[in-house]
């Protein structure tokens, strides 16, 4: 009767396979390696092109300058160098619907201003806006890292990555000791640091000679040296601030994994492995990896943008379709996975959560029917159509799941892109991984919630 009657959500580790547990592992050393390869969006989007052309994928371009496609065609479209969408064409023509998987690639971090450098207190210190929902106070007396692109004079590109290299040198936000915080303790946290003093060390050593800004004048020269740049250059740049060093296992049975970005990297590989599987389908198959999220969605590489759209609308006169309904269509027939991390329950701050709706470290990947902030402002609710559709893929395939929302309904909430794609008609749910210390320089996930993310959204391209 229990057994019948009763839903409960056991621990996955505890529902795995024989010979699956290695799986487990060996998938999250894939995804380790994805993470440190993708520090920023710009990163992750040169690693998913680099995994997709080596699955045979061709460029959205080249189709153009065919002329045609067709199904099984496996086709990549890049958004200016920040986000992708990868797909495998199906059977059915797109006004038919599609198949989609949406996660985002941006990450809360610090980005550098337009005129960054400046010399103070016989340092030299670079001048950061940060990026996305933070904590500040989590930023100071870590070692930091630099990546980014910048432009020279002729209009040249440069990567620039520094501070990953056992070799290089790292970057550091400076804090007040215990000695002199008195005033600094009595103060709320979100003013204990505040933004204007998240300015970073990059050097202290002065140019022979100089009197005036020559600690400035010194990291210019090197910079000069190193990369052919000069000052008028980070006007035309984006560099970001990022923790040094690689994702690493946490607990001695290393069941876990601490990371800078799992918010949303950690979704984004797992549809990203589950769409270069995906050979031949009835309905095309879509993976969806966007930027912007963390800042609202906005601009033109951002889920708000017409690209997607735009690429739909050109695959769509490729089939022969030139009405405009023809991508409405598309949209409002499609069925989607918003694939976006939710807050699993931390029993070092349990009252923020409702115990019997929250989801928990270890039980898998998580279904969340709305998001939004209190009463379920700006968020989408899934209907219970697609919510049982979902349940009866997921559990056909075996897939450890258990449902969740963010947080208690007064406490705060958040948001992802399934409002956006909701509005164009299509039938959405969030689905990701829960994950503690969200937004964090470093953040945790589980390893048998990643692995089952990844289980969860194969399944939903394969039925």
């Not at 040094?244 to 946490?250: E, N, T």
């Not at 990371?259 to 984004?268: I, M, N, P, S």
């Amino acid at each position: 009767m229990t057994e019948n009657l009763i839903k409960k959500f056991p621990s996955a580790w505890e529902q795995l396979k024989d010979g699956e547990k290695e799986k487990v592992f060996s998938f999250s050393e894939e995804y380790k390696t994805f993470l440190d390869n993708g520090k920023t969006e710009r990163e992750s989007t040169e690693e998913i092109i680099k995994l997709a052309k080596g699955k045979g994928y061709i460029s959205f371009e080249d189709v153009i300058s065919k002329g045609s496609f067709k199904a099984g065609d496996k086709i990549y479209a890049e958004n200016k160098g920040k986000g992708v969408v990868l797909f495998v064409i199906g059977e059915e023509s797109l006004e038919r619907g599609m198949k989609i998987i949406g996660s985002h690639l941006d990450a809360p971090r610090l980005d550098l201003k337009a005129q960054p450098l400046y010399e103070d207190g016989d340092l030299a210190l670079l001048k950061t806006h940060y990026y996305g929902g933070v904590k500040k106070y989590q930023w100071v007396a870590l070692p930091l890292a630099l990546h980014g692109v910048i432009y020279n004079k002729k209009g040249e590109k440069i990567n620039i990555v520094i501070g990953e290299e056992d070799s290089d040198p790292v970057f550091y936000i400076t804090d007040l000791l215990p000695h002199l915080a008195k005033d600094q303790m009595e103060k709320k946290m979100s003013e204990g640091i505040i933004g204007e003093s998240l300015n970073v060390l990059i050097g202290s050593i002065p140019y022979n000679g100089e009197k005036d800004d020559a600690i400035k004048l010194n990291v210019l020269k090197l910079l000069n040296e190193k990369y052919g740049i000069v000052e008028e250059d980070f006007t035309v740049a984006e560099l970001e601030i990022v923790p040094a060093g690689k994702a690493r296992d946490v607990g001695i049975d290393r069941s876990m994994i601490a990371g800078h970005g799992h918010d949303d990297r950690v979704c984004a590989f797992a549809s990203l492995k589950a769409v270069l599987e995906v050979e031949n389908p009835k309905k095309t198959v879509v993976g969806l990896f966007v930027d912007k999220e963390e800042v609202g969605s906005q601009g033109n590489t951002g889920m708000e943008s017409m690209f997607f759209e735009n690429i739909i609308a050109e695959l769509l006169y490729l089939e022969g379709v030139t009405s405009h309904l023809g991508v409405r269509r598309a949209m409002a027939n499609s069925r989607v996975l918003s694939a976006d991390v939710t807050a699993g329950f931390d029993p070092n701050f349990p009252d923020v959560s409702d115990k019997r709706n929250t989801p928990y470290i270890g039980k898998g990947v998580t279904l969340t029917k709305y998001t939004g902030s209190r009463g379920k402002s700006g968020s989408n609710d899934a209907n219970a159509e697609f919510l049982s559709e979902i349940r009866n893929i997921f559990n056909e395939a075996h897939v450890a799941w258990q449902v969740g929302e963010l947080g208690k309904v007064d406490q705060g909430g958040g948001g992802t892109i399934a409002y956006i794609l909701a509005n164009k008609g299509a039938e959405v749910v969030d689905c990701g991984t829960p994950m503690l210390s969200m937004h964090a320089p470093i953040e945790l996930v589980s390893k048998i919630d990643l692995y089952n993310t990844y289980k969860a959204y194969k399944a939903f391209y394969k039925a």
